[in-house]
């Protein structure tokens, strides 16, 4: 069982930028692939990034340049960095884990808003 504690959501002016957090324990952090979702108002959830546990990452393309998706063993954390941020990334935005042994174990966590203002 994975449990995954995110924070660093707020508000924040058009062009600013935030860093969200997620913790997570339980597991062994090393098997876990990780991913950032985000639900907007009225859209579905959607894939935002991915790193794998071997560093690799994948960007939805809104995001590609803006958005740095890392990962810290030590601390068995995945960070989101959000730069140039657009009145379009305002959702809650979840963490996600995925055990590449295990791919039926998937877990989330609770959301944190992310509030883009014009």
């Known amino acids: 069982q994975v449990e995954l504690v995110e924070s660093g959501g707020g508000l924040v002016q058009a062009g600013g930028s935030l860093r969200l957090s997620c913790v997570a324990y339980?597991?062994?952090?090393?098997?876990?692939?990780m991913y950032w979702y985000r639900q907007g108002p009225g859209k579905q959830r959607e894939l935002v990034a991915t790193i794998s546990p071997g560093y690799g990452t994948n960007y939805e393309d809104s995001v590609k340049g803006r958005f740095v998706i890392s990962r810290d063993s030590a601390k068995n954390t995945v960070y989101l960095q959000m730069n140039s941020l657009k009145p379009e990334d305002t959702g809650v935005y979840y963490c996600?884990?995925?055990?590449?042994?295990?791919?039926?174990?998937?877990?989330w966590g609770q959301g944190t808003q992310v509030t883009v203002s014009s």
């Open positions: 339980g597991s062994v952090f090393s098997l876990l692939a």
């Open positions: 996600n884990a995925r055990n590449v042994r295990v791919p039926s174990d998937e877990f």
